[in-house]
């Protein structure tokens, strides 16, 4: 009976870890950084707010902005101020994110992650890619 629940600690354990750790997408979003906020009741955290843009009308929605709402690791506070600055230029960046396959109430409040921010024009070398229909 012992092993049994020593497995099943183990596999509950490992589950949980691939949950927290793992990283289910991971890409860009292009926009002006509209808010930087930490809150939180006993964990504080920071989340961000993107406005990508003005989304054509359809035949039930108004025109309006399309919003992206993300989360940022507390340590990382070098992008907080790149975020910051950002936000007070209005410049548009492009936000490097991960998507987690779940949202710890620790962590954030949503399941993106900001990575990275560069700004437009700029690709850091890591995210360089080829395109093969753009080589001729």
Do not use: C
Not at 15 to 22: C, E, K, L, P
Not at 26 to 46: C, D, N, P, Y
Not at 58 to 76: A, P, Q, T, V
């Amino acid at each position: 009976m012992k092993k049994i629940f020593a497995i099943i600690v183990i596999v509950l354990l490992a589950i949980s870890a691939f949950m927290y750790y793992g990283t289910y997408s991971e890409g860009t979003q292009a926009g002006v950084v509209m808010k930087i906020t930490k809150k939180g009741v006993l964990f504080k955290t920071w989340e961000g707010r993107l406005d990508m843009g003005t989304v054509g009308k359809s035949r039930k929605e108004d025109l309006g902005s399309k919003i992206f709402e993300f989360s940022i690791k507390k340590n990382d506070l070098t992008l907080i101020k790149q975020l910051q600055a950002a936000q007070l230029s209005g410049e548009r960046v492009n936000l490097i994110f991960e998507q987690k396959y779940m949202k710890f109430f620790w962590d954030g409040d949503t399941k993106y992650f900001a990575i990275g921010l560069e700004a437009s024009g700029e690709v850091p070398i890591k995210y360089e890619q080829k395109i093969p229909q753009l080589e001729n």
